[in-house]
């Protein structure tokens, strides 16, 4: 995933945001945290997994399929932007 350099940063403060997440996970469960509490954390450690990979399939729809902005075949930027919305929607 060469093309993931330029948005290196981005990617990467995602990650470290799971992560936070997923070790919050692991101290409730070690503290006998209220299972509402670890429901509550494992969602938002979901919520983080999909807005990474969100991100992660615009990058490739926009690399190795179609750039809507720069793909001068308006049919396949039309279809590859309504891709990335529905990619966007449906891990929302």
């Known amino acids: ?8 940063t ?3 403060q995602r990650v470290r945001r ?3 997440q997923v070790e919050a996970i692991e101290r409730a469960l ?3 945290a209220d299972c509402a ?3 509550q954390l494992t969602v ?5 997994a999909n807005s990474l990979m969100a991100e992660l399939l615009e990058d490739h ?3 190795h399929v179609s750039d809507p902005v720069h793909d ?3 049919e396949r930027a039309r279809g590859a932007k309504h891709l990335i919305d529905v990619v966007h929607a449906y891990l929302r």
């Open 18 to 20: 799971l992560r936070g």
């Open 10 to 12: 981005r990617l990467l």
């Open 44 to 48: 938002s450690a979901r919520g983080a």
């Open 61 to 63: 729809i926009r690399m």
């Open 37 to 39: 509490r670890v429901m």
């Open 30 to 32: 070690q503290k006998d």
């Open 1 to 8: 995933m060469a093309h993931t350099i330029q948005d290196k």
């Open 72 to 74: 001068r075949d308006r």
